[in-house]
């Protein structure tokens, strides 16, 4: 059963536009989310984070939501640029552990 | 700063054979993890240390075991592979106690088992 789901497997985006990614997980005792990019034939590379005390974390283009009561979070990139094509997996677990589970990723292209 | 370097980039193993896969880290890093991505399934965790000497199990660590006799490497072995093993493999470490829980991964490993 997967904890952690990414219920999107790619998405178009127009150069400029707006990029919204979703995220949803099941165990309402998460604490901490992530979000990592990956390009073909590299390993992921983080990309911002989020704590369940905050319901917004914004690093220059990138931001992410946290709806805690909807188990559902997002990460919004404005405006999209065509370096942004990759996969980006969300991630959520216990800050404490140090673990996390990864869901399957979305694929993302900015089509210039 | 080489980050996490992984050995080797590409293997085909035929089934039943052995190999050892080698994680290094140069950024001091007390936890380290080996992951499996597979088509479908985004990052399955197969082992982790939280520090030398220790190992712990993930969500599927049957088939693999691992070792963390130095604080920079972790490895892990394959006894007998078989062709459900056919995966890319990713390395990641993460230092502890400093707020920041970001996984550093390494570039990955694409293992064949025919």
């Known amino acids: 059963d997967q904890q952690v789901k990414q219920n999107s497997p790619s998405l178009s985006v127009q150069e400029g536009r707006i990029s919204i990614l979703n995220c949803d997980y099941t165990n309402s005792m998460f604490d901490y989310f992530l979000w990592y990019k990956k390009y073909p034939a590299e390993g992921p590379t983080f990309l911002i984070s989020?704590?369940?005390?905050?319901d917004k974390n914004e690093d220059g283009r990138f931001t992410v939501f946290l709806n805690k009561s909807a188990k559902h979070l997002s990460l919004h990139i404005v405006p999209s640029q065509p370096g942004d094509s990759a996969v980006y997996f969300c991630a959520a677990g216990f800050s404490g552990t140090y673990k996390y589970i990864f869901g399957t990723g979305t694929r993302l292209k900015v089509l210039a | 700063n080489a980050g996490v370097t992984q050995t080797p980039k590409f293997r085909v193993l035929k089934t039943g054979q052995s190999m050892t896969l080698l994680c290094a880290q140069d950024m001091n890093h007390e936890y380290m993890y080996w992951y499996r991505q597979d088509p479908g399934m985004g990052l399955r965790l197969i082992h982790y240390?939280?520090?030398?000497?220790?190992?712990a199990k993930g969500e599927v660590p049957d088939g693999y075991n691992v070792s963390r006799l130095k604080k920079q490497n972790f490895l892990l072995g394959l006894e007998s592979a078989a062709p459900s093993q056919t995966s890319v493999y990713f390395c990641?470490?993460?230092?502890?106690?400093?707020?920041?829980?970001?996984?550093?991964f390494g570039p990955g490993t694409r293992l064949t088992v025919t």
């Open positions: 240390s939280v520090g030398e000497g220790t190992t």
């Open positions: 989020i704590s369940s005390i905050k």
């Open positions: 990641a470490s993460s230092a502890r106690g400093t707020g920041s829980y970001e996984q550093y």
